[in-house]
Structure formats: C-alpha cells, structure tokens
C-alpha cells in the first residue's frame, strides 16, 4: 500500500444557520488536494 500524507490545514467550531446547532469544520489536505469535513 502506498502511503498517504494527510495534513489538517484548519479545525473551526461554527454556528449552523439558522438551527443553532454546533459543529466542526475539519479541513484536510490528502495528495495536495484540500477537503472539508463537517462533523458535530
């Protein structure tokens, strides 16, 4: 298997609109392609 390198570029808390609810905002950067992850 070859190796990935996965870096976390930024971690954010936010406020969802308009529900209110928390959640994280995991950016990450795989091969050199930048994907956002949402998580709660």
Not at 14 to 36: H, S
């Amino acid at each position: 298997m070859e190796e990935l390198k996965v870096k976390v570029v930024e971690v954010s808390q936010e406020k969802e609109q308009p529900q209110g609810n928390d959640y994280m905002r995991v950016t990450v950067e795989i091969d050199g392609r930048k994907i956002a992850v949402w998580t709660t």
